[in-house]
């Protein structure tokens, strides 16, 4: 990649955008709080294992553990040191070997990688120069500036790699190596199975949250036909009646490049399942248990979700029948940053930030319910939509094409809502991530959704 430092467009960027608090202490604060939770959360996931598993490739669809950890620093001193601050490269010769874009995850082990005490050094360094810059950072004047959004994209990236790593935790063999206490149990849900969501305009997108990314941009209005969306996402016990019923061997139900991909790779099951004595089970975090019928169901591709959903005479929802869902008030007409309103998420609200290391029941969490009556549509599972990866009217990317421009097109499906690997920091209502339809090692589920009939709207 490009040094940033020598973009001009990062100076003719669009201006700030309004509706943050711009208070400067403030916004100091909450750099400095989302950095060093995302710092606590990586040396967790890089200090519960030993060596040999830092240096590992777990899972050719992986980062070796290492590479992840000099990644987030490199990218930390690229963007917050080289480029906010102006300051001079303290490692130039290791920029290539951490560019995403430069090795694919398969090549990476056998790269001249720093050794973890190196990485450790490293990133170290780094962060205690940037906590420097952000003790007298000034929170204007480019659009990298603005409102902290340059600490707030480092913030983010170093989650997202978070969630990263904790998927190569997942796919380790060994062990268990983390630990969290589970979810609160939780009565079955006995609300409606699926809400009305009415049609008509609403606002979708962001043009005043501060720290959002440049696909999450600009608001603009979408018009939407009535329809019905899934109370909860789909449950573990729901989808092995489809499984049951023969979903797997039965053609009706898939996308032909999804029939194809499932016959030759021989899946019958969302990964890590296996039957076992007349039982589902599934390794978890290094842990074999019994599949919880009550919680949704995890790690199925977007074929499989799409082939449910036409087993149960259903469909994915779109991406933008999923945001309307999640953000449109009806009765004041905008949309809010998050289902519950526009208040950070808390406890209450969402299965968020590793706090656990499983999705709460279905139906759970009734303080977050948006105002349409949907449940659980931020943390515990990413959810697939049936939408291709796109632009928004009027995009541009920033700071750099590579965070989304490169990635538009049919080859990638949206999904939304975060799961229980994501930090608050980097989810919210209009968060978009988009994978291959193919991928199930992801923290990934899905809810149903079906047009409304005459009548119904």
């Known amino acids: 990649m ?16 309004p509706g943050a608090g711009t208070d400067p202490e403030a916004l100091r604060a909450r750099a400095l709080t989302s950095l060093t939770t995302a710092r606590e959360r990586t040396t967790l996931l890089t200090s519960c294992v030993e060596e040999p598993d830092l240096t590992a490739q777990h899972s050719p669809l992986m980062s070796p553990l290492v590479w992840d950890l000099a990644h987030i620093g490199n990218q930390e001193e690229l963007w917050l040191l080289r480029t906010v601050a102006g300051r001079e ?40 120069r940037v906590l420097d810059v952000l003790e007298s950072a000034a929170f204007h004047g480019t659009r990298l500036t603005e409102a902290g959004f340059a600490f707030g994209m480092i913030a983010q990236h170093e989650q997202q790699h978070d969630e990263t790593m904790l998927i190569t935790h997942q796919l380790r063999r060994g062990p268990r190596a983390l630990t969290a206490p589970d979810p609160e149990p939780a009565p079955p849900f006995t609300g409606p199975p699926e ?45 092995q009646a489809f499984m049951e019923d023969g979903g797997y061997d039965d053609a009706r139900w898939w996308a032909p490049e999804g029939w194809d991909h499932i016959r030759r790779q021989g899946i019958t099951a969302p990964l890590f399942w296996r039957r076992e004595g007349g039982q589902w089970l599934r390794r978890h975090f290094g842990v074999t248990e019994a599949v919880p019928p009550g919680e949704p169901v995890l790690h199925v591709s977007w074929y499989e979700a799409d082939a449910y959903a036409r087993w149960a005479g259903r469909r994915l929802p779109t991406e933008t029948e999923w945001e309307k869902a999640a953000r449109h008030d009806p009765a004041t007409g905008r949309s809010s940053r998050y289902p519950w309103g526009d208040a950070d998420p808390s406890p209450a609200h969402a299965n968020l930030g590793q706090r656990h290391l499983r999705p ?98």
């Open 89 to 128: 490269a303290m490692r130039p010769e290791i920029d290539s070997l951490y560019d995403a874009f430069e090795h694919p995850r398969s090549e990476r082990p056998s790269l001249p990688l720093l050794a973890p005490a190196e990485a450790r050094a490293y990133a170290s360094e780094v962060r205690g």
């Open 195 to 239: 809400v009305l969501v009415p049609g008509g305009p609403f606002t979708m997108g962001t043009s005043t949250e501060p720290w959002a990314l440049d696909n999450e941009r600009p608001a603009h209005v979408r018009e939407v036909a009535p329809f019905w969306i899934d109370t909860a996402p789909v449950t573990n016990g729901a989808y």
């Open 360 to 457: 709460a029941p279905a139906g759970s969490y009734p303080a977050a319910e948006s105002a349409l009556g949907v449940r659980q549509l931020i943390g515990d599972v990413w959810e697939w939509t049936a939408s291709d990866f796109l632009p928004y009217p009027g995009f541009a990317a920033f700071p750099y094409k590579e965070y989304s421009e490169v990635f538009f097109g049919p080859e990638y499906k949206v999904l939304r809502g975060g799961s229980f690997a994501v930090d608050p920091v980097a989810c919210r209502g209009t968060f978009r991530n988009w994978d291959y339809p193919v991928r199930r090692q992801i923290f990934s589920g899905f809810r149903t959704a079906r047009s409304a009939r005459p009548g119904e709207s």
């Open 2 to 17: 490009t040094d940033p430092a020598l973009d001009p467009a990062l100076d003719a960027a669009p201006g700030p955008t």
